[in-house]
């Protein structure tokens, strides 16, 4: 059973998650790939529906809101969000995009579209007569996502939109409108407008204790979902204390849902072109979820929920020497490595001791017996971030410089690395790796190439000790 849910022939792009009566309902773009002559999907884009009750456990509903057909203006039905009225009515608010529709600027035309339920989140009702566009200001192909929730009396609608004009990277904001009635709707004031984003996908609004989250996805130099704080809907939205990024570029468009006062933040794991760690990223991948722990200055940090850490349970042999295992690596780099092949997917966990200017330490994943060839969770102390790296990278020419991808490493986080101990958490399936440390920083990627089935643990430049480690795979 796999820690990551994919439906079978297809793709999870953008969720949209809702939580009732415990049950987390995740609805989401399903992404099949399929192309027609021209290049365009050939078969349009619906929403199908995951439950589950503690993300470890997934019951496929399949699709839920169908594409309108070839000649709708909802060919495809892209992201949105769903609420509940005092009458128990639901409203589903999704994006409507037909690429043979275009707009005045000759591009494809966005609509935000309504459809009701009154069946328990099952059957929708589509109704087009309330479907409507961008408002005099605003770019008509990009008028998308919206996120309704509600402010009192009043209910909000937030959009991923752009000026007409300004710079052309610089035009997103997130636009807002008004109701009373989730029918009409008035366009006021941008909730957010910080002329600095292309666009602000995917934007999502909530309310813990005394602070307000806006949290969006940006592609403009980092595709990565960020968040802002602020004392009130009406902002000012600020920089949180450390860190506004959720994960690496590879999670992407995390939508947030809340069950006894816990915020997940689900999103999707990038997949590659060709299946391969030099192909181009992909849009859409596998479901995948964090927990969101709160601090008192607004910042926010990321683990693995409990449940999903719980849910591997059968200890595994490795194969590393008896611990502690201390490195001194102050003249050369130095590593050992498990005697022993490790399964398809399995969880590791593991304390590390890192010394007083040490340069880096790690553990290794899908290492080959001698450690040569692996991907990479590196500590960098004086850098002050985690890195994923793998090695070696392939071989682009006949000289040794040659290698794809010319840079030291594909990802980093910003994290505190101060000498003693740190907590590192992975979880393996497959080509998916997500690692956690201290259970307060996030990244999240994959790894195609499998070299080997050993882990392993390294230091360069300094001391560094494994304290325990342990590996754990799911029944």
Not at 56 to 68: K, L, M, R
Not at 169 to 185: E, Y
Not at 449 to 454: L, Q
Request: proline residues 7%; glycine residues 10%; contains cysteine.
């Amino acid at each position: 059973m796999s820690a990551f849910f994919q439906p079978r022939h297809g793709w999870v792009g953008d969720v949209i998650p809702f939580q009732q009566d415990g049950v987390f309902h995740l609805w989401y773009l399903f992404a099949d790939r399929i192309a027609a002559d021209d290049g365009r999907p050939a078969n349009g884009m619906p929403w199908h529906l995951v439950t589950t009750s503690d993300f470890v456990t997934f019951v496929d509903h399949g699709e839920a809101v169908p594409s309108g057909g070839p000649d709708a203006e909802d060919f495809n039905v892209y992201t949105g969000s769903v609420v509940i009225d005092d009458e128990g009515t639901a409203h589903l608010f999704s994006t409507a995009q037909n690429p043979r529709r275009l707009g005045a600027d000759g591009r494809p035309l966005q609509l935000v579209a309504h459809a009701t339920s009154r069946d328990g989140l099952r059957d929708w009702t589509k109704h087009p007569e309330l479907t409507f566009g961008a408002p005099a200001g605003y770019e008509s192909g990009d008028w998308r996502d919206p996120f309704v929730f509600r402010d009192g009396d009043l209910w909000r609608m937030l959009v991923a939109a752009r000026h007409e004009d300004g710079p052309d990277r610089r035009r997103g904001t997130v636009a807002q409108l008004t109701s009373s009635d989730l029918d009409s709707w008035t366009p006021v004031e941008p909730l957010w407008d910080p002329r600095r984003y292309i666009a602000h996908e995917c934007p999502d609004v909530f309310q813990w204790g005394d602070w307000w989250y806006l949290v969006y996805s940006e592609f403009t130099d980092a595709f990565c979902t960020r968040y802002r704080i602020a004392r009130s809907p009406q902002g000012p939205w600020l920089l949180p204390p450390g860190d506004d990024q959720i994960d690496t570029r590879a999670f992407y468009a995390a939508k947030t849902v809340e069950r006894d006062s816990r915020r997940y933040f689900v999103g999707w794991i990038a997949t590659r072109e060709g299946g391969t760690d030099d192909g181009p990223w992909q849009w859409a991948g596998t479901m995948s979820t964090l927990e969101a722990d709160q601090h008192p200055d607004g910042a926010l940090t990321f683990r693995f929920p409990d449940e999903m850490l719980a849910s591997f349970e059968a200890t595994t042999d490795a194969g590393m020497p008896a611990l502690p295992a201390e490195l001194d690596a102050a003249e050369r780099y130095a590593d050992v490595i498990g005697t022993e092949d490790l399964p398809d997917a399995f969880l590791l966990t593991a304390e590390l001791e890192l010394g007083a200017g040490l340069e880096e330490a790690g553990l290794l994943i899908r290492s080959t017996a001698d450690g040569g060839e692996a991907g990479a969770i590196r500590l960098e102390p004086r850098r002050s971030r985690v890195v994923f790296d793998r090695w070696p990278r392939a071989v682009t020419g006949g000289e040794q410089w040659q290698i794809s991808g010319d840079v030291p490493f594909e990802f980093e986080r910003p994290c505190r690395l101060e000498p003693g101990r740190h907590r590192i958490e992975i979880v393996v399936d497959g080509e998916i790796v997500v690692a956690v440390l201290d259970r307060q920083v996030a990244l999240s990627t994959r790894l195609y190439r499998r070299a080997g089935e050993r882990i392993g643990f390294f230091a360069n430049g300094g001391a560094a000790e494994l304290i325990s480690l342990h590996i754990r795979t799911r029944a």
